[in-house]
């Protein structure tokens, strides 16, 4: 059985950092094309970030500079490092994963986790 379980989220304030885990079991993580998306409440879940078995990633114009997604294949685990946080970051963050990246990034991922809230206020 194929599991993807976050965790990390929480309450910041403004200008604060947080880092979000996923840890994926069942399956195997390093063949994996990964991300991050995350659903503002009330509006329409929207990508994040992603990034390849080799490592390479990409990030939403929303969040370049401020997001860091990262893997450690050793520890089947997908990081997403998150600084200058601001109100409009609050959503449920979720992560993905499938063995073809363009699924990725259309959201259209074979795995998903059950989310973990964020929220940003003072």
């Known amino acids: 059985q194929v599991q993807f379980v976050e965790s990390g989220g929480g309450l910041v304030q403004p200008g604060g950092s947080l880092t979000l885990s996923c840890v994926v079991s069942?399956?195997?993580?390093?063949?994996?094309?990964m991300g991050w998306y995350r659903q503002p409440p009330g509006q329409q879940r929207e990508w994040v970030a992603a990034?390849?078995?080799?490592?390479?990633?990409t990030y939403a114009d929303s969040v370049k500079g401020r997001f860091t997604i990262s893997r450690d294949n050793a520890g089947n685990t997908l990081y997403l490092q998150m600084s200058s946080l601001q109100p409009q970051d609050t959503a449920v963050y979720y992560c993905?994963?499938?063995?073809?990246?363009?699924?990725?990034?259309?959201?259209?991922?074979?795995?998903w986790g059950q989310g973990t809230q964020v929220t940003v206020s003072s």
């Open positions: 993905t994963g499938d063995p073809v990246y363009y699924r990725v990034l259309q959201e259209t991922s074979r795995y």
């Open positions: 990034i390849t078995t080799g490592g390479t990633a």
């Open positions: 069942g399956t195997t993580f390093r063949t994996l094309e």
